[in-house]
């Protein structure tokens, strides 16, 4: 079983970058899909970006296309999002995901069956 850890959340100004890492533990991380989810104050958790276990496809909402980027270290066990020109509408606590491989990139919450406890990130303007 993967257990994981968020770290890297902050308090940034409009237009800064922040890099987010997931910490995972278990020695079957290699082989499974991970992902990044974020809630904001009265919405749903929403879908970031998710990648393969091999790294070789990933996947971006729409909102952050051109400014986050996910990125996985398998030897290191961690997953890492670097968000460059982060708008205020980019706040929210961000949540780590994963789940066994599959045969594509899953973008629902519901498909993920391992989360990690979140970190905060506020954009002020």
């Known amino acids: 079983q993967v257990q994981l850890v968020e770290s890297g959340g902050g308090l940034v100004q409009a237009g800064g970058s922040l890099r987010l890492s997931c910490a995972a533990s278990?020695?079957?991380?290699?082989?499974?899909?991970m992902a990044w989810f974020r809630q904001a104050p009265g919405k749903e958790r929403e879908s970031v970006a998710a990648?393969?276990?091999?790294?070789?496809?990933?996947y971006y909402a729409d909102s952050v296309k051109g400014r986050f980027t996910i990125s996985r270290d398998n030897a290191k066990n961690t997953v890492y999002l670097q968000m460059n020109s982060l708008k205020p509408e980019d706040t929210a606590v961000y949540y780590c995901?994963?789940?066994?491989?599959?045969?594509?990139?899953?973008?629902?919450?519901?498909?993920?069956?391992?989360w990690g406890q979140g970190t905060q990130v506020t954009v002020s303007s």
């Open positions: 995901a994963s789940r066994p491989s599959y045969t594509v990139i899953p973008t629902s919450a519901r498909a993920y069956n391992i």
């Open positions: 278990g020695r079957t991380f290699s082989t499974y899909y």
């Open positions: 990648i393969t276990w091999s790294g070789g496809s990933t």
